[in-house]
């Protein structure tokens, strides 16, 4: 991580940093936020790349699968709060029962599969 | 009968309740009632890593190291026993000395001597411990399992949503979207183990219904290059698309078409493994970039370079799509 805050990407639209290793449904969760007006920062299929990506831009908001390839994303959660970027979860999991998932606390599970209006529905909650 | 007869027949049926108490396999102890130990048989003193003088006649909660005195377990004895004739596994956690901690479930009867009244508690222990292991490993597969469905549902979901519906018949959107997921289930079951897929057989798989439908269809490359599961899925979608766009545009379109695919297994500039593929149509159609990116192109470059991290070069030329896909194994 660099000192420096990483810098919003370029545009006037939300954001959107979407992490999630399944690459079907990554695709249609990056289709279906494009479709709303969004900007996708990512899909990263790892904690590791969601933490790579997140030191080089700052995304408005997140939306986080709970297992990426039989990792907990509770290090990508902690970062975020960090940066007090909001975040919403998309998972298959009970997710809330992971070590250390305190800092999940607050955050909306849209659940999986996703539905596009749940999606951004609690996109717009997680950002108000 | 007389007195020999009966002394024979009582001596062979002591020797033959021994010989049965002997040769059970689980744990067995009888106790007086005041709970002190008049006898175990061998399983007990082996399971328990002890020995016939140390046991007999020791007051049961006095046992070792007094591991037995738990509080379940004198609840038991005190509480239950008294009141009913018999408990079945009734289970107890407890750390022994050089096992270790187990779960034992202990079973009791409760026998009074024909004659003399005397009672006795007949106690057997059956050593749970693996057997509770394996429940729970089979409860977090099962989990595992479940979440593999939901995950895989989701899937089928997003294929589903995303397959062209506009100006389209129903039977149109149908072969497409059963394309997709039998590509997709062709995928999964190439992927037998755990660990890894083999290209060779992901691309014969995935090809497979194409083969009838055209005979100029080539394979050509290395045996065995291992695949992740993930990376297999990918490809296979990948192969589909590939495959379903030539059949309608491209060179499986025609009868002269050809298609030829072949791969290897290279090294990057790093010195990394890096699976390349590449597929050429030829003598078919010309081809041309698509005025709109449809969900096959995107589907294609996403897998690619998201999923697989690597690059697809897809080039357009007179005689059909030449496609280069490059990623690290």
């Given at each position: ?16 940093l ?14 279906m936020l494009e ?9 990263a299929?790892s904690?590791e790349g ?10 408005d908001?997140?939306?986080l699968?709970?297992?990426?390839r ?6 990508v959660a ?9 975040f ?13 998932s ?13 539905s ?7 996109l717009q909650?997680?950002?108000? | ?6 002394y ?13 108490v ?16 008049l ?5 007990f003193?082996?399971?328990?890593s002890?020995s ?21 377990l004198?609840?038991?004895l ?16 407890a ?23 005397q ?10 411990t ?17 979440h ?7 899937v ?6 995303r397959?062209?519906v ?20 062709r ?19 995935v ?13 050509k490359?290395?045996?065995a290059?291992a ?27 025609v ?5 030829d695919?072949?791969?290897?297994l ?13 597929w ?7 081809a ?10 995107r ?5 690619t ?14 005689d ?8 690290p194994?």
């Open positions: 991580m660099s000192d420096k805050p990483a810098p919003r990407p370029p545009g006037n639209r939300v954001s959107v979407v992490v999630e290793d399944e690459m079907m449904i990554a695709l249609d969760v990056q289709m479709d709303n007006g969004y900007t996708v920062l990512g899909p299929g904690v969601a933490l790579r990506l997140l030191d080089e831009l700052r995304p908001v997140a939306v699968d709970g297992n990426l039989g990792r907990p994303v509770i290090p902690r970062r975020l709060r960090s940066l007090e970027i909001p919403v979860l998309s998972s298959a999991y009970d997710i809330f029962t992971f070590d250390g305190d800092v999940l606390a607050g955050a909306e599970n849209v659940q999986k599969p996703v596009e209006n749940r999606l951004i529905a609690a909650r997680a950002l108000s | 009968m007389d007195l020999d007869e009966l024979r027949l009582l001596r062979d049926s002591h020797v033959q309740a021994v010989s049965i002997n040769t059970l396999r689980d744990p067995l102890v009888v106790l007086d009632d005041e709970f002190r130990v006898n175990a048989n061998p399983a003193y082996q399971t328990f002890t016939r003088d140390e046991t007999i006649g020791t007051a049961l909660a006095d046992l070792g190291n007094g591991q037995w005195d738990i509080p379940e004198r609840l038991l005190d509480q239950v026993i008294p009141r009913s004739t018999s408990v079945i596994d009734y289970e107890v956690q750390e022994f000395p050089h096992i270790g901690r187990r779960t034992m479930l202990v079973s009791a009867q409760r026998l009074s001597h024909p004659d003399s009244g009672r006795i508690l007949l106690l057997t222990i059956v050593d749970a693996e057997r509770r292991q394996a429940d729970d490993d089979k409860d977090i597969l099962i989990g595992e399992l479940g593999r469905i939901k995950n895989l549902l989701a089928t979901r997003a294929i589903a949503c397959t062209e506009e100006g389209r018949s129903a039977e149109t959107y149908r072969d497409d979207f059963l394309g997709r997921f039998d590509a997709l289930a995928s999964l079951a190439v992927s037998t183990r755990e660990t890894e897929a083999d290209l060779c057989q992901l691309v014969r798989a090809m497979e219904p194409y083969l009838e439908k055209a005979s100029a269809i080539t394979f490359g290395q045996g290059i695949l992740l599961p993930r990376q297999a899925m990918s490809l296979g979608m990948i192969l589909h698309e590939l495959a379903t766009n030539a059949l309608k545009h491209g060179a499986l379109s009868p002269a078409g050809r298609l695919i072949a791969w290897s290279a090294e990057d500039r790093n010195g990394q493994p890096e699976v390349r593929l590449s050429r149509e030829s003598n078919g159609p010309e041309s970039p698509p005025g709109t990116v449809g969900f096959g192109t589907l294609i470059r996403f897998a370079e998201v999923d697989l991290k690597g690059q697809a070069e897809l080039s357009y030329q007179r059909g799509l030449v496609a280069d896909l490059t990623f194994q």
